[in-house]
T-cell receptor, first 116, second 114 residues
Framework: GAVVSQHPSWVICKSGTSVKIECRSLDFQATTMFWYRQFPKQSLMLMATSNEGSKATYEQGVEKDKFLINHASLTLSTLTVTSAHPEDSSFYIC????????????FGDGTRLSIL | GESVGLHLPTLSVQEGDNSIINCAYSNSASDYFIWYKQESGKGPQFIIDIRSNMDKRQGQRVTVLLNKTVKHLSLQIAATQPGDSAVYFCADDFSGGGADGLTFGKGTHLIIQP
């Protein structure tokens, strides 16, 4: 079945550094990918929609200059958290749209980001 | 605005019993809903979906019911097993086909007691 891979699964870094998270669709082409954020014991919140070859669309309240999204190929989208601070610590989850699939979106297993 | 919510944050059931998880939505124009299961430290896993032209859909040990009149849907899990312990979310796909991001409900933590 369709698989979405996220890397890294877990990262700890110092405040002020930038962190890049990769989201790959392994066996299908994804023109659209989505990035979600999930705080402990809370639901997933959509951050942005990533479209291959064009600029990402950000949800209200999400800083586009802080959360840089690049979708340069049909199988890869990256989320870069720039100048990360402790309040950016969260579980970041990507999904990829599969128009030919039974499911509308396939989710990765998330990236646990901890900023010290 | 759009919102999808759940009634109960935690549900504890005995192994082998049936469980029902509820979800309410506010946008009457919504017409495609999905239930997800999320285990600790993992991404959401698709369980079952339903469109607004249906009021019931069954899968393996799971049934989703949709009541458009009161904007409510439920997930029934039959003969619960320890592996069913997880957080369950309902989600609204407003685009109807994955073109837009999903709006997730708050989640219900299902605990299966041995």
């Amino acid at each position: 079945g369709a698989v979405v891979s996220q890397h890294p699964s877990w990262v700890i870094c110092k405040s002020g550094t930038s962190v890049k998270i990769e989201c790959r669709s392994l066996d299908f082409q994804a023109t659209t990918m989505f990035w979600y954020r999930q705080f402990p014991k809370q639901s997933l919140m959509l951050m942005a929609t990533s479209n291959e070859g064009s600029k990402a669309t950000y949800e209200q309240g999400v800083e586009k200059d802080k959360f840089l999204i690049n979708h340069a190929s049909l199988t890869l989208s990256t989320l870069t958290v720039t100048s990360a601070h402790p309040e950016d610590s969260s579980f970041y989850i990507c999904s990829a749209r599969d128009p030919a699939g039974v499911q509308p979106q396939h989710f990765g297993d998330g990236t646990r980001l901890s900023i010290l | 605005g759009e919102s999808v919510g759940l009634h109960l944050p935690t549900l504890s059931v005995q192994e082998g019993d049936n469980s029902i998880i509820n979800c309410a939505y506010s946008n009457s124009a919504s017409d495609y809903f999905i239930w997800y299961k999320q285990e600790s430290g993992k991404g959401p896993q698709f369980i079952i979906d339903i469109r607004s032209n249906m009021d019931k859909r069954q899968g393996q040990r799971v049934t989703v019911l949709l009541n458009k009149t009161v904007k409510h849907l439920s997930l029934q899990i039959a003969a619960t097993q320890p592996g069913d312990s997880a957080v369950y979310f309902c989600a609204d796909d407003f685009s109807g086909g994955g073109a837009d991001g999903l709006t997730f409900g708050k989640g219900t933590h299902l605990i299966i007691q041995p």
